[in-house]
Every structure is written in structure tokens, then in C-alpha cells.
């Protein structure tokens, strides 16, 4: 069984990579998937920087499949996440990705999926 990680007692964020610990090829591999990806811009484009807790986003999938999109978005360095009392709430992490990665969330923020 493996162990929930603690959250930082004075901010309620679970552990996520340092800002200068952002790896292109870590961030581009959790948003190759499409329904992070599509987490990602719905969290962009309509919760305007405002913490949402991962039932914000729907999800048809089992509760276990949600939890680990959530994780791979918080350890890739997309996504922080902050415990507040059993929720985890979630925001973009902008300000790291953009001077990170300059323009990567604008793309992100302008892609539509194909038809098809």
C-alpha cells in the first residue's frame, strides 16, 4: 500500500518539485495525456486562478483513475495542490511554468482537440 503524501503544515500544499527542479520533458509527458491536458486548460481558461477542488473538474472514471492524473500533474510541477481539511484544492502553477517555459501555458490555453 502506498502512503499519502503530507501536506506542509502551515500551507496544506502536498510536496511538488521546486520551481528550478522543472523539467521540460516531465511537464510535456503529464500533459501528453488528453484528459490532463484537458484538466490543465479547463483549470486555465474558467477557474481563473481561483483553488478548485478536484471535483471541479469531472471526471467519468473510476476515483482511483482521478487520483492519479491529480498526482502526476502535482509531481510533474503542473499543478500545486493544498489540502484544506479532507479536499485537495488545486491551481496552475503559472507564475513557475511561465518563467520556466515561456508561452508553454498560452499554447496549452489556445489548443482544441481534433475532431474526430
Same mark, same amino acid.
Given at each position: %500500500?502506498?502512503?499519502? +503524501?503530507?501536506?506542509?503544515?502551515? =500551507?496544506?500544499?502536498? +510536496?511538488?518539485?521546486? *520551481?528550478?527542479?522543472? *523539467?521540460?520533458?516531465?511537464?510535456?509527458?503529464?500533459?501528453?495525456?488528453?484528459?490532463?491536458?484537458?484538466?490543465?486548460?479547463?483549470?486555465? /481558461?474558467?477557474?481563473?486562478?481561483?483553488?478548485? +477542488?478536484?471535483?471541479? #473538474?469531472?471526471?467519468? /472514471?473510476?476515483?482511483? =483513475?482521478? =487520483?492519479?492524473?491529480?498526482?502526476?500533474?502535482?509531481?510533474?510541477?503542473? %499543478? @500545486?495542490?493544498? %489540502?484544506?481539511?479532507?479536499?485537495? @484544492?488545486? =491551481?496552475? *502553477?503559472?507564475?513557475?511554468?511561465?518563467?520556466? #517555459? +515561456?508561452?508553454?501555458?498560452?499554447?496549452? @490555453?489556445?489548443?482544441?482537440?481534433?475532431?474526430?
Amino acid at each position: %500500500m502506498q502512503e499519502s +503524501p503530507v501536506a506542509d503544515a502551515e =500551507t496544506g500544499r502536498l +510536496p511538488e518539485p521546486a *520551481r528550478a527542479e522543472l *523539467r521540460l520533458e516531465k511537464v510535456l509527458a503529464a500533459l501528453s495525456d488528453p484528459l490532463r491536458l484537458d484538466i490543465v486548460r479547463a483549470y486555465l /481558461r474558467d477557474a481563473g486562478g481561483v483553488e478548485r +477542488p478536484c471535483g471541479w #473538474f469531472k471526471i467519468d /472514471r473510476p476515483k482511483s =483513475t482521478g =487520483t492519479h492524473h491529480w498526482k502526476v500533474l502535482r509531481e510533474s510541477g503542473i %499543478m @500545486r495542490q493544498r %489540502m484544506v481539511g479532507v479536499e485537495k @484544492r488545486n =491551481t496552475v *502553477r503559472e507564475d513557475d511554468l511561465e518563467a520556466r #517555459f +515561456p508561452g508553454l501555458l498560452d499554447l496549452v @490555453r489556445a489548443w482544441e482537440p481534433a475532431d474526430g
